[in-house]
């Protein structure tokens, strides 16, 4: 099979969530002898701003711990006819221009032999649907969205069953425990600062926690303004800045536990999505303790794989709890693993895409040869 995706960049993962699980899900693919082409337009914001804060060092770790991917850059005037000649399949990111994700369905409806999915991970469609609104669907098979609550918006615009859930998840190739334990100390955030959306539960259930019981704690991340900074100092934060995805895996390794705080869109209107941070946390092998969000799809096993606390207090608890008991660490670590192993892996999510497009007719090599 020959998939084609287009992303917003699959070289940079700077503010750009997506680019992780991309990387993953066609990773399995190529090792699994499908024929993937993925296209990044040029100047793409999120590469923009890594080439501007890091040069051309800041893709190092993409590139030595991802090989196996590339990207094609295009312009606006690329022939997408010649481009998608001999697709079997073509994915569509939502961040991408209006323009393209029109021109791909024209492609389509034109007699394009492929088939066509639209792919959503975002909180847009609730957030700012009018964003998702301007998008030509038209001449699109299927949209593959991150959640339930997601699909069931797609489902109430007319897609019916033709969108399909498709939950981001880790790649176990590269996020994994380490080879071997070394010590470790105080608590991890990997997180971008963003728009404020989430600024007082950071206080909440990550900044005044850890202070309160004396554990140290690093932040990576894109996007602190000033006034954030700030609030990172008042608390005796280290902030460390930009973290290159590949490079998390060494980092988690390093510290006692880590703490998942939801932005308030997945809490309020997107229940049951969790970020990837928290596929690729359980992956890493690391205690993982989690502000409240609903897991609706019953993804994971709350209180096994992970703490949830309820409030300031609870985090406070959560926290002396995972320090002072070993058992307890070793518990939660090996629930969470086994979560990710059994079927939040991004193998798992290549075999899922793999079935979606069958009910297509796209066939993979396996299948044409049996």
């Known amino acids: 099979m020959k998939l084609v995706y287009f992303t917003h960049s699959l070289a940079s993962c700077w503010n750009h969530g997506n680019a992780h699980f991309l990387r993953g899900v066609l ?48 312009d606006p005037d690329i022939d997408l006819g010649e481009a998608l000649a001999d697709a079997d399949a073509v994915i569509v990111h939502e961040w991408n221009d209006p323009w393209l994700v029109a021109a791909v369905g024209k492609v389509r409806r034109q007699g394009g032999r492929f088939t066509l999915l639209f792919h959503d991970t975002h909180h847009r469609a609730v957030s700012d649907p009018n964003a998702i609104r301007q998008f030509d669907l038209d001449g699109y098979d299927g949209v593959l969205a991150f959640g339930e609550t997601l699909a069931e918006v797609y489902r109430r615009w007319g897609w019916g069953e033709r969108v399909y859930v498709w939950h981001e998840a880790a790649d176990m190739r590269l996020f994994h425990p380490p080879a071997q334990e070394t010590e470790r100390n105080g608590l991890v955030w990997i997180g971008n600062w963003g728009d404020d ?64 705080v939801p932005r308030r869109f997945y809490v309020d209107l997107l229940p049951g999505i969790p970020t990837i941070r928290v ?31 309820r409030d300031e207090a609870e985090m406070e608890r959560h926290l002396n709890a995972v320090r002072n008991d070993a058992d307890l660490r070793r518990a939660l670590v090996e629930s969470g693993l086994d979560a990710i192993r059994s079927r939040h892996s991004c193998a798992h999510r290549a075999e899922q895409l793999l079935a979606i497009l069958a009910t297509h007719g796209v066939s993979t090599p396996m299948e044409m040869s049996a």
């Open 27 to 74: 990773r399995d693919l190529v090792q699994r002898g499908h024929e993937v082409t993925a296209f990044e337009p040029r100047g793409a914001w999120s590469l923009e701003n890594l080439l501007k804060d890091h040069g051309d060092a800041g893709l190092d770790a993409y590139r030595k711990l991802y090989p196996e991917l590339s990207s094609v850059v295009f």
């Open 197 to 260: 959306e989430r600024s007082a539960e950071l206080e909440s259930y990550l900044f005044r926690p850890a202070q309160t019981v004396g554990l140290p704690l690093d932040i990576y991340g894109v996007r602190y303004p000033g006034h954030a900074l700030e609030t990172l100092a008042r608390y005796g934060v280290t902030y460390r800045g930009w973290l290159p995805n590949a490079r998390a895996p060494e980092v988690l390794a390093r510290h006692l536990a880590t703490v998942h």
């Open 279 to 309: 596929f690729e946390a359980l992956a890493c092998g690391i205690p993982l303790i989690s502000a409240p969000w609903s897991d609706s799809e019953g993804l994971f096993n709350p209180g096994k794989d992970y703490l949830v606390a």
